[in-house]
């Protein structure tokens, strides 16, 4: 599992190609849940907490691509209210 704090770079400038992504919210946070179907074990949810930031909490080598993504989903409830807003 890993938390990465994106700066100067915007939830809609991911480069998603190849990835299967879905829009979600994740508490007040727009986020998008990121797919790869070349990797099965893995899932991801980026949030937007800024113009020009976002945060990305990836869950990898779970038993399936559901587990990983119900854990990805559980530990980004848990963090999203200690993460740092960029002022607007």
């Known amino acids: 599992m890993s938390i990465n704090i994106g ?3 915007a939830l809609d400038d991911l480069n998603l190609t190849n990835f299967n992504s879905t ?3 994740v508490g007040p946070l727009r986020a998008l849940l990121i797919t790869d179907d070349r990797d099965p074990n893995k899932c991801q949810i980026s949030m937007e907490i800024g ?10 080598l779970a038993e399936s691509q559901e587990a990983a993504c119900e854990t990805v989903e559980r530990v980004a409830v848990l963090v999203e209210p200690e993460l740092p807003r960029e002022a607007r």
């Open 7 to 9: 700066v100067d770079q």
């Open 23 to 25: 829009d979600h919210q």
């Open 51 to 60: 113009e020009s930031s976002h945060v990305t909490v990836r869950v990898m």
